[in-house]
């Protein structure tokens, strides 16, 4: 009899197992980049003249910024036009 | 705080494929790989033919960073969209997630084998010495560590091709359309989500 209650037992927890409700919806989390750490262009020297880049202070975002955005002004030939 | 994008301005591109050949020719791209294409709607339609420069679009929540399996992707503080070609697996999967094709797969070989992934750099080279031969020889030329924009943008003839800043690019795009009266809708609401006329306000409750 004990033998048998037993096994009722275990044979309810088995079959009860399959009604238990897991997450079946994967939550995708954000890798990290995981490659090799990439310098910043302001952190570099102002190319020679011969390259006819910008020029800006080493290290300082805010003047390589200010360098490339005057750049890009360039393809705003309304100002060139229109302006002078 | 910069954030470097791509406009193109439909009305004035000629479809010359000068930013194709100045991609081509400033990162010496190897044959097969196209990081830049000019698509042309309406083909000989008279008045309707329209063309754009297409390559990466430096996305602000680019699907190929969240897709890679070996998270080779990164984005550099001024907003470009950068990857790691040591850790590519050339796997593909970028290119299936990117809605502008722009990871390209260089082949070699009889059996279509796929090398490592070549994209759009905004000409801002990859994870390596800055202006460096293995930057160069991996990912092309640096240009904006030399104070440059990408060599697309500024050799474009008719200056279709916009590169640099968003708010910059967006201020001079803002200028043109102003002074020619048209070309607001080319990139509004109506070609986004629907057959709206041109200049017609978004439905109410819609995102603008």
Partial sequence: MRRATLGAAVLAAFFLAGCGESPQVTVYKQGKYQGKPDAQSWTNDPPADQLRGSTWTKGDRGSWESAINQRAMGQNEDVRIYKQ | ?208
């Avoid at chain 2, 406009?7 to 010496?28: F, P, Q, S, W, Y």
């Avoid at chain 2, 791209?29 to 329209?50: F, H, L, M, S, Y």
């Avoid at chain 2, 470009?80 to 502008?100: R, S």
Wanted: hydrophobic share 35%.
């Fill in chain 2, 1 to 208: 705080m910069a954030r470097m994008k791509f406009l193109v301005d439909a009305e004035r591109c000629i479809e010359c494929n000068g930013c194709v050949t100045a991609c081509k020719n400033e990162n010496e791209v190897p044959w097969g790989v196209n990081r830049r294409r000019v698509i042309t709607i309406n083909d000989g339609v008279v008045g309707a033919e329209k063309s754009i420069s297409v390559a990466c679009m430096h996305c602000s929540d680019a699907p190929c960073m969240a897709v890679c399996p070996v998270d080779c992707f990164y984005r550099t503080e001024d907003g470009v969209v950068l990857h790691d070609k040591d850790l590519c697996i050339g796997c593909g999967y970028c290119f299936y997630a990117c809605p502008f094709g722009a990871p390209q797969f260089p082949q070699a070989g009889a059996f279509g084998l796929r090398g490592k992934m070549d994209k759009c750099t905004f000409c801002a080279g990859g994870p390596e010495a800055d202006r460096s031969e293995a930057e160069f020889k991996k990912y092309g030329r640096n240009r904006l560590a030399e104070g440059k924009l990408p060599a697309c943008a500024e050799m474009c003839s008719t200056k279709a091709l916009l590169g640099g800043d968003g708010d910059v690019i967006a201020d001079i795009y803002r200028e043109r359309v102003v002074r020619r009266g048209k070309g607001s809708e080319v990139w509004g609401w109506g070609t986004a989500y629907g057959p709206g006329k041109a200049g017609t306000q978004p439905p109410a409750g819609g995102k603008s």
